[in-house]
């Protein structure tokens, strides 16, 4: 699962120039995501400087 916060995001596209499967794009409205290109690999994740962006490989386990 892949989710983003829209109040958090600073828009500044850390996240779009990181993802190697083209999954993210920037907009006027905001982070564009791509559903079908999206790996969950986590790297968008990473690079965020204010955490807007949660990613989780198995919904259904809970840690
Ligand atoms: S989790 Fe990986 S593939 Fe998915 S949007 Fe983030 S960087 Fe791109
Ligand atoms: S890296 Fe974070 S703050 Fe920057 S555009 Fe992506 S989600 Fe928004």
């Known amino acids: 699962m892949w989710k983003i ?3 958090k995001c ?3 596209g850390a ?3 990181v993802c190697p499967f083209l ?3 920037l907009s006027e409205q905001g ?3 791509f559903k079908e290109k ?3 690999c986590g790297i968008c994740e990473k ?3 204010v955490g807007a962006i949660k990613v989780s490989r198995n919904d259904s ?3």
Do not use: Y
Request: hydrophobic residues 40%; contains cysteine.
């Open 31 to 33: 982070i564009v995501f």
């Open 5 to 7: 916060s829209k109040e």
């Open 38 to 40: 999206c790996t969950l």
């Open 15 to 17: 996240c779009v120039g």
């Open 61 to 63: 386990k809970k840690s």
């Open 10 to 12: 600073l828009r500044c």
């Open 47 to 49: 690079v965020c400087p």
């Open 23 to 25: 999954a993210l794009e």
